[in-house]
């Protein structure tokens, strides 16, 4: 019983880490994949034979490498993106293996931590002082934006939500939920959307929800999909509307908004400073700072907050594509199983990962974190993405065909 209490602790721990984004805080300088991975890698390893990951593990610490420690000089950030990724891949392999309810509840509790980091959000619209000083507390640190969940900044907030709002409504179909849960889990999605204040989200939501719904339901998405169009419509017009100066919210946000400082114009000019060194800054010795002192948008030291934008501006076309393609193919598996499984009760998990990958890969079309940069629940879904077809998984099919045999044999004829 201790056993298993102390391992639920460590568990929880880890991926509480992992999902905020935590790794060294003024109260531990012992970095957090150490303090609670490590127990879990000794004492509550599963028996496997070999690590699987030295492959991905190796691309992904030589685009680190690369794209941190030489190309940027930031070879602190390099170090710590390495240990929390290959931790990550560790966790998967030796902690859970080939266990497949070790794998169930992991997912549910890193989901379950980021729920909770959206109702922080939440309270910290409301309470602005009291969920300030809490989310000191739970990250360790100073607060540098607000408002916002379980992270210093509304950016990194942004992939948070923009994992969630992707898996929570996809569960609720491949998991065979009741309509009723369906439409309380959009509506909660679309709930901390609207207060989230990251447009990307807004994006990310609509997208991979909408490329689930004509997976899984063929022609028939394009009725549920006007459907809630229409929903949509009436919601924003007879109640956002109405509503939107009665708090901080996605719509007031982009009413206020600096238009030089819009995602386009930022990508626009960077495609400007990419054009004017082709092969990637790293072959002409330069960092950002010396190709933007002349550029008004870029002077306050921001980037194009296009996470793959920076790496090709960086790496160039030659490294860079090549690095992408290496990191990226290991996902060609994942999609295929997931397109082929899509209704399969045994790969439910999976579907709704992968949706949720998507969700938080677009989300750096917008932002700089992403998988190279160590975003949290974009390395925990690439490798729980990996490390599903590792699983044994419970034949649920089986079990159904059998209740049903069942239910016929004893049926009055």
């Known amino acids: 019983m201790v056993k298993k209490v102390l391992m639920a602790v460590f568990m929880l721990l880890y991926l509480y880490s992992v999902a905020y984004g935590i790794f060294m805080t003024s109260l531990f300088r012992i970095p957090a994949p150490f303090i609670f991975g490590i127990p879990l890698l000794i004492f509550f390893k599963e028996e496997v034979k070999g690590f699987a990951y030295k492959t991905e593990v190796l691309v992904l610490v030589t685009a680190i490498l690369i794209y941190y420690g030489f190309a940027q000089s930031d070879i602190k950030n390099a170090i710590a993106n390495s240990i929390v990724i290959t931790f990550c891949a560790a966790y998967f392999n030796y902690f859970v293996g080939s266990n497949y309810r070790r794998y169930s509840i992991s997912i549910l509790i890193f989901f379950g931590l980021l729920f909770f980091s959206c109702m922080v959000m939440v309270f910290n619209h409301f309470f602005l002082y009291p969920a300030i000083q809490l989310r000191t507390l739970l990250m360790g640190e100073q607060i540098q934006q607000t408002p916002s969940g379980v992270s210093l900044t509304i950016f990194t907030f942004g992939y948070q939500l923009a994992a969630l709002v992707s898996f929570l409504p996809v569960y609720t179909v491949v998991f065979k939920k009741s309509l009723l849960l369906k439409v309380i889990a959009v509506a909660i999605c679309l709930a901390f959307v ?19 719904l004509m997976c899984y339901y063929n022609y028939k998405a394009i009725l549920i999909v006007g459907v809630a169009a229409l929903a949509g419509f009436f919601l924003y017009s007879y109640i956002i509307t109405k509503s939107a100066e009665s708090t901080d919210n996605i719509i007031t946000k982009n009413a206020g908004s600096d238009t030089r400082y819009s995602r386009s114009g930022l990508v626009a ?16 010795g330069k960092n950002w700072d010396d190709v933007i002192y002349r550029n008004q948008v870029f002077g306050s030291g921001i980037t194009s907050h296009n996470a793959y934008l920076m790496f090709f501006t960086y790496l160039g076309p ?5 690095l992408l ?14 397109i082929r ?14 949706f949720a990958f998507i969700g938080v890969s677009m989300n750096a ?16 879904l690439y490798f729980s993405l990996l490390h599903f077809k590792r699983l044994k998984l419970p034949d649920t ?5 059998n209740t049903h045999r069942v239910k016929l044999e004893t049926s009055p004829v």
């Not at 030659?318 to 090549?322: A, C, K, V």
């Not at 499984?341 to 992968?354: E, G, Q």
Request: hydrophobic share 45%; charged share 15%; proline share 4%.
């Open 269 to 284: 000019e960077n495609l400007n400073i990419y054009a004017d060194y082709p092969y990637g800054l790293i072959f002409y």
């Open 341 to 354: 499984n899509i209704r399969s009760p045994d790969h439910a998990f999976l579907v709704c990962l992968f």
């Open 397 to 401: 099919s089986k079990k159904q065909m």
């Open 365 to 380: 079309l917008s932002h700089n974190g992403w998988l190279v940069g160590a975003d949290g629940p974009t390395f925990f």
């Open 194 to 212: 609207y207060l989230g204040m990251n447009r990307s989200v807004l994006v990310t939501f609509v997208v991979s929800n909408f490329l689930f």
């Open 325 to 338: 393609f290496l990191i990226y193919r290991k996902m060609i598996d994942p999609l295929k199983r997931t």
């Open 318 to 322: 030659f490294i860079g594509l090549g």
